[in-house]
């Protein structure tokens, strides 16, 4: 039998984070940057420069389409996601959420008594 | 506009670790546009981060997309040998071709002419579609260009200790082509191959480096 991987805790986060924002209008490089601080409160401190090979990632592994868009006077490139992304949107979400609600018990006090570690 | 020399070190970071042209040029477009953006907003084009950085998460996330940029020993140890193999194959499929083509238009004496143009075009052919394979999927694969070389040298040591050789005709067919491992060959038939098939080798790496080499427009 074979055994479930262990979950990636902070690895496949700005996945998430992107595709999530991306799901809910299409965005150039900037604004995913600015969407991501935005919602996050400021919490993620990155090289904005970054953004791109997660995004060019996702786009490679067929979760976006980039489509290039004249905006005003300069050309820029768009994204979107897939319906594949869509998907591994809800099944990453879906195992975020896993990812949290164990921690937290964790971190709470386990089922057996033990007290929290916070 | 981001600064110009900041985007030098991407783009200088970017080709040393192996990024196709195509796919840098698309990633310094991208952050120029970025620069611009925060231009606009006011913003200082530190917010950008570190050239190195991006450079280096850029290739990983490019490798991590391909087999050969995840696994440069397989790629580019073995896959050399399998690519060499397959084109020593394909090349003595092509030379029963010849072989029979002559023969059919030329009859018997020109069976001779056939062997020649066979064994002739084998120390060009050969090489060279060997090379050009291992260079275009090392282009794929986001890889520096000194795994390219060593796959070449892994041919280059592996070429002279195989043979071209012809098998007996019979009244009806021409004689047939086939590829054998000679591993007691003199210095001299092994340094010459050697050199040849290293010739082939550097003329393939280097059209490959002037086309890799291609002016960047951003």
Redesign the interface.
């Known amino acids: 039998m074979t055994r479930p991987a262990n979950p990636d805790f902070l690895n496949g986060v700005p996945e998430l984070l992107v595709l999530r924002l991306l799901a809910t209008r299409p965005m150039?490089?900037?604004e995913v940057?600015r969407a991501v601080k935005s919602a996050s409160g400021d919490q993620f401190d990155?090289?904005?420069?970054?953004i791109?090979?997660?995004l060019?990632?996702l786009e490679?592994?067929g979760w976006l389409t980039a489509d290039r868009e004249r905006v005003g006077n300069?050309t820029?490139?768009v994204y979107r996601p897939t319906p594949a992304g869509l998907t591994r949107l809800e099944d990453a979400t879906a195992a975020w959420l896993a990812v949290v609600r164990g921690v937290d018990r964790v971190l709470g006090g386990g089922s057996d008594g033990e007290p929290g570690l916070a | 506009m981001a600064n110009p020399v900041w985007l030098d070190q991407v783009r200088d970071a970017a080709e040393r670790l192996g990024l196709p042209p195509e796919y840098t040029e698309r990633l310094l477009e991208e952050l120029d546009d970025h620069a611009e953006e925060l231009d606009d907003a006011g913003e200082p084009h530190d917010r950008l981060g570190d050239a190195l950085t991006i450079a280096g998460e850029a290739a990983a996330g490019y490798r991590s997309g391909r087999f050969s940029g995840r696994h440069p020993l397989f790629a580019f140890v073995l896959g050399p040998i399998f690519v060499f193999m397959f084109v020593w194959s394909l090349y003595t499929a092509f030379g029963d071709i010849v072989l029979g083509t002559f023969l059919i238009v030329a009859g018997e004496p020109g069976l001779a002419w056939g062997m020649g143009t066979v064994a002739f075009l084998e120390g060009f052919l050969v090489p060279a579609v060997t090379f050009a394979a291992i260079e275009s999927y090392h282009r794929g694969s986001g890889r520096p260009r000194s795994w390219f070389y060593g796959g070449c040298l892994v041919v280059v040591c592996l070429a002279p200790f195989l043979v071209l050789e012809f098998g007996p005709a019979t009244s009806s067919s021409p004689p047939s082509v086939f590829v054998k491992l000679e591993l007691r060959r003199n210095g001299t038939e092994l340094s010459a191959q050697m050199l040849s098939f290293l010739a082939i080798g550097a003329a393939v790496a280097f059209r490959s480096r002037r086309a890799r080499a291609l002016p960047i427009t951003v």
Do not use: L
């Open positions: 150039h490089g900037y940057v990155f090289g904005e420069g970054c791109y090979p997660v060019h990632r490679r592994s300069r820029r490139i």
